[in-house]
């Protein structure tokens, strides 16, 4: 899988704040789009990746994030701290990008664990003649595939140390024509004032019960 487009539904919390909302989401290699929808009006964010770098652009306030870590501005937004083709492995089914493993486990006919070489731990459970991904766990983050829609996820259960996220996936397009230039493209328009991300964690829903 290269590129993957969805609209992701989102329920859960972060800290004590409840979180509820849709997002359109695109990635690619290195590269990540999110763009969370507002009932009316303005995106509520804008977040782009292009490798390590990442852009938050919060219309309605004005402000601007600019040449920060991804995986920092998720973590900061929603308690997540994921990079963009972890976050595009996760979404896919297929639990954490360049996973390659290093020992496993059966538990009798149907399940199986498999430790990761670079950390973590991947759980199948066997399907028909095949073994299909159900959960995972690694950098302090438990990924449940909840349900699915032919061999693909359509919700899942994603959960750090003071956040749970469910996102349920629609409108599903794998390996269709995303290009790299439309995809990390963001308007910084004169005037936006800037946001560290400090004031943003502060700010957010993991900063509300301080």
Known sequence: MRTLQ??????????RQKLRGRVLAGFAPGAM?????????????????DGS??????PRDRRVLQNTAPEEILEAL?????????????????????????SGREYGPEWM?????????VYLQRQASSWRIV???????DIEYVEFTGVR????AIRASNATLIVSLRQVEVNGDLPHDQLVAVNVAPG???????????????????
């Open 113 to 121: 664990s498999v430790d990761l070489a670079s950390g973590g731990t």
């Open 33 to 49: 789009r999110l763009e969370a929808v507002a009932p009316f009006g303005s995106p509520a964010f804008i977040l782009v990746a």
């Open 135 to 141: 959960a995972a766990r690694y950098a302090g983050v």
């Open 78 to 102: 929603i308690g997540l701290t994921l990079g963009p083709d972890d976050l595009r492995a996760a979404l896919s089914g297929c639990a954490k990008a360049g996973a390659e493993p290093k």
């Open 192 to 210: 936006l004032q800037p946001i560290t991300l400090e004031e943003l964690r502060a700010a957010g829903p993991l900063g509300s019960d301080k």
């Open 6 to 15: 969805a609209e992701l539904g989102l329920a859960g919390n972060a800290g």
């Open 53 to 58: 770098r990442g852009t938050l652009l919060l």
């Open 153 to 156: 996820p359509s919700q899942i």
